[in-house]
Structure formats: C-alpha cells, structure tokens
C-alpha cells in the first residue's frame, strides 16, 4: 500500500508499506512469510512556481485553433502543385550520336536537355552518370545507333541502366535509326538473329518502352517484350514531292528490292495513288547489290525510288542507272536513314 500525502505547509510526506504473504494452503511446504516496510521522506517541500488556473475546462495556454486559422488547399492550388510536378516529370537526355537531334527535339517541346555525364575510359569503357535526379520521372534518351553502331548501342544501354538504377518511373529508348535491323530473319543456315538479339539486350537493360523510325521491317516490332512505337517519316518526304512541280499522272513509284514492296505501295496510296514497279535485285553478298531487272513501265515518267535506308548506296546507284536505261525522265531517291557509309567524307553528312 502506498500513500501519498501533502500538509498544508506545502510540504511531502511519502509513506510506503508492503506485505507479501505466501498462501499455506496453495504451498503447504512453504512457510508463511509476511513483513511490514515503512519508509518515511520529511522535509521534501514542493514548489509551485504558478497555480494552475483553467476557464471552462481549457488551459489559457493551448492555443485554439480556429476553423478561419486551418490550412485549406483550394482547388487552384492543387492544380498548380499538380502542373508544378508534371513540368518536372519529363527528361530528355542525349547520347553522343546525334546531339544536335535530340536538341532540336527538346526545343521544339519547349524544354531543356537533361544533364547527364559520358566518357570514355582508355581502354574504350563506357561512363554514363545522370546529373540530376530523375526519380519518379518520365526519361527519354535519344540514342541513334548509326555508326558506330557497336559503341553508340552499349552507350544506350549503358544509359537505359543508369536510369533505372536511379529510380526513373519509365525509361523509353528513343532510336531514330535502329542497328541491326537488317539482321531480321535467316537466309542461310546458321546464321544469328541480330535483330531479336538486340531487342532483347535494351529490354534486359530495363527500357519501358521503345520509339523508332521506318524500321528495316515491321516485324522487328514483334522481337521485343515491351511496346514499341513505329513512326514513319512519310510525311516528310511528301511534302517536299509537294513542293515539286510534279504532274501526278506522271509520277511512278519504285520499289529498290522485293523486300520493300510494301512500303513502295503504302508510300504510292499517298501520291494520288501513282503506279507502282519493282527492282528485281539480286544481292550475292552484304552491301553488294547486283540489279537483274524491271517490274513495270516507266518510260517517261519522273520515277521515285522509295527505301528505308542509304548504306553504301550501291542499290540506289544500280537502280537508278536501271530506271535511265528503262526510259524514265527523272529519277528521285527517297531515303530516311542517310547512312552514307561510304560518301560520308564527301558530302560531310553526320546521320
């Protein structure tokens, strides 16, 4: 038992007993113990520097807090803070192919590059560390794989790696130019697959999401795991044969190779539906190209030569020549990828 009492002189008197009996009928083998303390503290005097006083049940030293005093977040407000975070959700970070691309594409969304860190080490090693952070953002880097497409392929996978490590909501791995993408199927026996190769190695490397143009194939799209969006650059091209003092009866789409028959016709739906030939080529080795013959009639007619990509530009040269014996008038080649391998050092063209 404890007890606890105050006098009047404001001073503490503490008095404290306790007893502990063992029950002898619960342990008959143990005896029964029992004790009495009682400890007494005198002389301990208790200040009060300020009596309590309460109006109402309430301490005047709480503050009250009115409903006029809450915070409240208006929907104006909420909307700003929610525009606030959306401008800082979108990153835009450039590889070392084409810096100059992947500007233009940031001015033309009214936003800045990110900022981002890519050396090389002595022995060819690649570094990619992010500037600033992209946690939660919505990143997309702009990588072409022209050549070097080796070197400018592993700085974008290096890059896709770097982002995911740093927490970036989604990753979308943007290729104009898509490398090995010629790679698409087996010719001949024992060949690889270069194509669903490398679309697996982006996808391992932790991209969402893929953005390319006018692949070599369509069914390139199929070889990854993760959405992939096909643009074409139709649309250019279109405007500039607008530009042109074309009659459009005059006017015979070409298909270089069998393999682009498809994309001939898709191109010849937009020329007012303009007549379609086909090059019959025979290739008796990579980037080399031998014409056989002609699929069509293009005796005076302007001839546009429609493809996805200018490598070595021994198709187009071999095709053109072709169109001129045929009879054409004009020949035009329509190209997306100006790769120029070959003819970069005279036209001073960087892809």
């Given at each position: 038992?404890?007890?606890?009492?105050?006098?009047?002189?404001?001073?503490?008197?503490?008095?404290?007993?306790?007893t502990?009996?063992?029950?002898s009928?619960?342990?008959?083998?143990?005896?029964?113990?029992?004790?009495?303390?009682?400890?007494?503290?005198?002389?301990?005097?208790?200040?009060?520097?300020?009596?309590?006083?309460?109006?109402?049940?309430?301490?005047?030293?709480?503050?009250?807090?009115?409903?006029?005093s809450?915070?409240?977040?208006?929907?104006?407000?909420?909307?700003?803070?929610?525009?606030?975070?959306?401008?800082?959700?979108?990153?835009?970070?450039?590889?070392?192919?084409?810096p100059?691309l992947?500007?233009?594409?940031?001015?033309?969304?009214?936003?800045g590059?990110?900022?981002?860190?890519?050396?090389?080490?002595?022995?060819?090693?690649?570094?990619?560390q992010?500037?600033?952070?992209?946690?939660g953002?919505?990143?997309f880097?702009?990588?072409?794989?022209?050549?070097?497409?080796?070197?400018n392929?592993m700085?974008?996978?290096?890059?896709?790696?770097?982002?995911?490590?740093?927490?970036?909501?989604?990753?979308?791995?943007?290729?104009?130019?898509?490398?090995?993408?010629?790679?698409?199927?087996?010719?001949?026996?024992?060949?690889?697959?270069a194509?669903?190769?490398?679309?697996?190695?982006?996808?391992?490397?932790?991209?969402?999401?893929?953005?390319?143009?006018?692949?070599?194939?369509?069914?390139?799209?199929?070889?990854?795991?993760i959405?992939?969006?096909?643009?074409?650059?139709q649309?250019?091209?279109?405007?500039?044969?607008?530009?042109?003092?074309?009659?459009?009866?005059?006017?015979?789409?070409?298909?270089?190779?069998?393999?682009?028959?498809?994309?001939?016709?898709?191109?010849?739906?937009?020329?007012?539906?303009?007549?379609?030939?086909?090059?019959?080529?025979?290739?008796?080795?990579?980037?080399?190209?031998?014409?056989?013959?002609?699929?069509?009639?293009?005796?005076?007619?302007?001839?546009?030569?429609?493809?996805d990509?200018?490598?070595?530009a021994?198709?187009?040269?071999?095709?053109?020549?072709?169109?001129?014996?045929?009879?054409?008038?004009?020949?035009?080649?329509?190209?997306?990828?100006?790769?120029?391998?070959?003819?970069?050092?005279?036209?001073?063209?960087?892809?």
């Amino acid at each position: 038992m404890v007890s606890l009492m105050l006098s009047a002189s404001s001073s503490c008197f503490v008095s404290c007993s306790a007893t502990a009996p063992y029950p002898s009928q619960s342990h008959p083998s143990r005896s029964s113990v029992s004790f009495t303390s009682t400890a007494t503290i005198v002389n301990t005097r208790c200040q009060m520097i300020e009596p309590l006083r309460s109006a109402n049940g309430a301490p005047p030293c709480i503050p009250i807090i009115s409903n006029r005093s809450l915070p409240t977040l208006s929907t104006s407000q909420r909307d700003l803070d929610f525009g606030s975070r959306n401008d800082t959700r979108l990153r835009i970070f450039s590889g070392t192919a084409n810096p100059a691309l992947s500007q233009e594409i940031a001015n033309y969304l009214g936003l800045g590059l990110g900022k981002i860190k890519i050396k090389r080490f002595a022995d060819g090693e690649i570094y990619v560390q992010l500037q600033e952070s992209v946690r939660g953002c919505d990143v997309f880097l702009v990588q072409p794989t022209c050549p070097p497409a080796n070197e400018n392929l592993m700085e974008l996978l290096v890059m896709i790696d770097a982002c995911r490590r740093a927490s970036a909501k989604n990753i979308t791995a943007v290729i104009p130019y898509f490398g090995y993408a010629r790679a698409d199927r087996k010719s001949q026996g024992r060949e690889s697959i270069a194509a669903k190769l490398v679309a697996n190695l982006i996808t391992e490397a932790g991209a969402n999401r893929v953005l390319s143009c006018d692949l070599h194939s369509g069914q390139s799209m199929g070889y990854f795991d993760i959405p992939v969006d096909h643009v074409y650059g139709q649309p250019v091209i279109l405007d500039y044969l607008a530009s042109k003092t074309f009659c459009s009866n005059d006017l015979f789409v070409v298909s270089p190779d069998v393999g682009g028959v498809a994309r001939a016709r898709a191109f010849a739906k937009k020329l007012s539906d303009a007549p379609l030939a086909i090059v019959d080529k025979r290739r008796y080795g990579h980037n080399v190209a031998e014409v056989m013959n002609l699929i069509g009639d293009v005796r005076g007619k302007v001839a546009v030569m429609v493809d996805d990509m200018i490598d070595t530009a021994g198709t187009i040269a071999k095709g053109a020549a072709l169109l001129h014996e045929e009879g054409a008038r004009e020949v035009h080649a329509c190209s997306t990828h100006a790769v120029f391998r070959k003819w970069k050092l005279f036209l001073h063209f960087d892809p």
